[in-house]
């Protein structure tokens, strides 16, 4: 199956009360894993990448090449988006040009008025093309490649200006954070997520630092409007784990246990248990017949 809008995967998953995985990929391993994972267990599926793991993996076309090389190859016939999370305006323009399937502006540390003509111009282009674009209001916590955010709650009123630009998706901040969750994490605003759910209606709300949230705090924000949750901390933390007893168990000193095939595959065993939990959780396992 050829990549795809997440706008369809997403208006189901609102209509149907889940929500739909969006997985950082960082190399080859992640990404084999997520989209065999999400084949078995026939859900619908975001990869998602950061500018800067864009840049490790070679640029935006190799990333599509490799991508769109595994939907073949591996026969995938789950929807798959392929989105850029935490865009700039550039880098969202670099990642229509280059084949993404769906993109993120991330005019949250913008004046309010920027932010609006902007995702009204990457609007006008993702429209013509067919990709979903996703609108970020009130700054996530924490950091990442180098985007910082103070964790800032939207103002549910700019959340509908947004929303009512015509997005595909909205970004709100409403107490998360990128990471790992401090032990003091007063945890997610329910009171603003619910106030947003309620200006912006059918639009699909989007939970970014999915790391860490505990689940009853996951299920209730999919029940007020939450589609799509991004996760890509807990992966890294899994696959070094794995990585780290390989190689303390000595494995790399066994026969060709050095070969990064074998090196590496505990990691992506690794990831593939923590999407299929994830997946679970978020009610997307099946949804893909």
């Known amino acids: 199956m050829a990549l795809v809008s997440a706008k369809e ?3 189901k998953a609102k209509a149907g009360h889940y929500a739909v995985g969006h997985f950082n990929i960082n190399n080859l391993e992640w990404t084999k894993a997520i989209l065999e994972t999400a084949e078995e267990l026939r859900s619908p599926v975001i990869l998602g990448v950061s500018e800067g793991a864009g840049k490790y993996m070679g640029g935006y076309k190799t990333v599509v090449g490799m991508v769109n ?3 073949e190859e591996l026969k995938i016939t789950v929807p798959v988006a392929l989105h850029l999370d935490h ?5 969202a323009k670099a990642c229509i040009n280059a084949g993404f399937s769906s993109v993120m502006f991330d005019g949250s540390h913008l004046p309010f008025d920027e932010n609006i003509a902007k995702t009204k111009e ?4 993702c ?9 970020e209001v009130g700054s996530i916590g924490g950091e990442e490649d180098g985007v910082v ?3 800032e709650c939207a103002d549910p009123a700019e959340c509908k200006a947004i929303a009512d630009l015509g997005v595909s998706m909205l970004a709100a901040g409403i107490g998360n954070i990128h990471g790992k969750y401090p032990e003091n994490w007063p945890g997610l605003r329910f009171d603003v997520l619910d106030d947003i759910q309620k200006l912006t209606g059918d639009m699909p709300l989007v939970l970014h630092g999915g790391t860490g949230i505990p689940d009853e705090m996951v299920a209730k924000a999919i029940d007020l409007g939450v589609s799509k949750i991004n996760v890509n ?7 070094a784990d794995a990585t780290r007893a390989y190689i303390e168990a000595g494995k790399d000193q066994q026969g060709k246990g050095f070969d990064p095939r074998k090196l590496l595959a505990p990691g992506a065993a690794a990831i593939k248990a923590k999407v299929k939990e994830k997946m679970e959780l978020f009610g997307s396992v099946g949804k893909a017949e």
Do not use: K, N, P, R
């Open 9 to 11: 995967m997403l208006q």
């Open 69 to 71: 090389g595994l939907l």
């Open 87 to 91: 865009g700039s305006y550039e880098g």
């Open 122 to 125: 990457l609007i006008a282009c």
């Open 127 to 135: 429209d013509i093309l067919g990709l979903s674009l996703e609108a």
């Open 149 to 151: 955010g103070m964790g």
């Open 233 to 239: 901390t807990e992966c890294q933390l899994v696959f």
